[in-house]
Nanobody, 127 residues
Framework: QVQVVESGGGLVQPGGSLRLSCAGS????????IGWFRQAPGKEREGVSC????????FYVDSVKGRFTISRDSAKDTVYLQMNSLKPEDTAVYYC????????????????????WGQGTQVTVSS
């Protein structure tokens, strides 16, 4: 069973960058999907990005395409979300989630598909 812990959130000015980390155990087992979600106050949890293994395919929601990049370092059991050109509307609690098994991020997987969640990390974009 994979367990995940997020880190890297903080306060950043519009146009700035942050890198979130999702540290886990069991990523080296090969077959899994890791998703990043976010939830702003009063809004539903939104899928932001995912990466699947072993195919390495990725998914991005339209609002972050070209600004966010998801990547993985299997040796460190860590998945990263590099966030550039941040906007105030990116402000939210960001969650990392995982599910073992063969999935491909050629497709979007909703939150209920994931069975392991981190505690979340706050990202605030404000001047």
């Amino acid at each position: 069973q994979v367990q995940v812990v997020e880190s890297g959130g903080g306060l950043v000015q519009p146009g700035g960058s942050l890198r979130l980390s999702c540290a886990g155990s069991g990523f080296t087992m090969g077959y899994y999907v890791i998703g990043w979600f976010r939830q702003a106050p009063g809004k539903e949890r939104e899928g932001v990005s995912c990466i699947s293994s072993p195919d390495g395919h990725t998914f991005y929601v339209d609002s972050v395409k070209g600004r966010f990049t998801i990547s993985r370092d299997s040796a460190k059991d860590t998945v990263y979300l590099q966030m550039n050109s941040l906007k105030p509307e990116d402000t939210a609690v960001y969650y990392c989630a995982s599910r073992m098994g063969y999935y491909s991020c050629d497709y979007y997987y909703p939150p209920q598909m994931y069975n392991t969640w981190g505690q979340g990390t706050q990202v605030t974009v404000s001047s």
